[in-house]
């Protein structure tokens, strides 16, 4: 198995563009996590979908952000206008049978903003 | 929602000595703790977790002990090796629903 794929692995962008990262859970795995990793508030859980529908969006920052999981093989978290203090890695993590039980992550995609 | 302390958030120790990492938890429902390793620019990566019917759980030199009452899980790191410097990240919640992690420890092992 290929693992959980996220692309793309590095994104620099201009503030109040538009960020679209992508993830690929591994098959089978019927739960799908986004967290966001920064040195002053650690891994931080943005959504989770469990088989495809959003179950816990409290995470979520504000409305620039927004998250879907068309199907069980691929999600996207949207960021419409980025803002420098979006800059982190943003991990895709993904897990079977119980949700948030032995979490297989992705590489992550880091993210800067300028 | 759950709140995960962890201390410290860093700890420095001599190759073959002990290391131990300890958190905390809020909600007395939480019943899954697990503890992840990541190593400089990687993922995040599983070593152990225990559930809340178990008070301590081994695996070679990691092992992990649970007190419920107190609230607090810690992971015990023997005979340290320099590959076991990285980032680890303890964990608690709910079977079935989404982790929250503590903010983690950095672990240098110095030969």
């Known amino acids: 198995d290929a693992g959980v794929i996220q692309s793309p692995r590095h994104e620099v962008t201009e503030m109040g563009q538009e960020v679209t990262l992508r993830c690929k859970p591994i098959?089978?795995?019927?739960?799908l996590f986004w967290y966001r990793q920064t040195m002053m508030r650690g891994l931080e859980l943005l959504i989770y979908?469990?088989?495809?529908?959003?179950?816990?969006d409290s995470g979520m920052p504000e409305d620039r952000f927004s998250a879907k999981m068309p199907n069980a093989s691929f999600s996207t978290l949207k960021i419409q206008p980025s803002e420098p203090r979006d800059s982190a890695v943003y991990f895709c993590?993904?897990?079977?049978?119980?949700?948030?039980?032995?979490?297989?992550f992705g590489s992550g995609t880091q993210l800067s903003v300028l | 929602g759950e709140n995960v302390e962890q201390h410290p958030s860093t700890l420095s120790v001599q190759e073959g000595d002990s290391a131990v990492i300890k958190c905390t938890y809020s909600d007395s429902a939480s019943n899954y703790f697990p503890w992840y390793k990541q190593e400089l620019g990687k993922r995040p990566q599983l070593i152990i977790d225990i559930r809340s019917n178990v008070g301590e759980k081994k695996d070679q030199r990691i092992a992990v002990t649970l007190n419920k009452t107190a609230k607090h899980f810690s992971l015990h790191i023997t005979e340290t090796q320099p590959e076991d410097s990285a980032v680890y990240f303890c964990a608690a919640g709910f079977s079935g629903y989404a982790l929250n992690f503590g903010k983690g420890t950095s672990l240098l092992v110095t030969p």
């Open positions: 993590a993904s897990s079977r049978d119980h949700p948030g039980e032995k979490l297989f």
């Open positions: 098959s089978g795995h019927n739960s």
């Open positions: 979908f469990n088989n495809n529908v959003p179950i816990d």
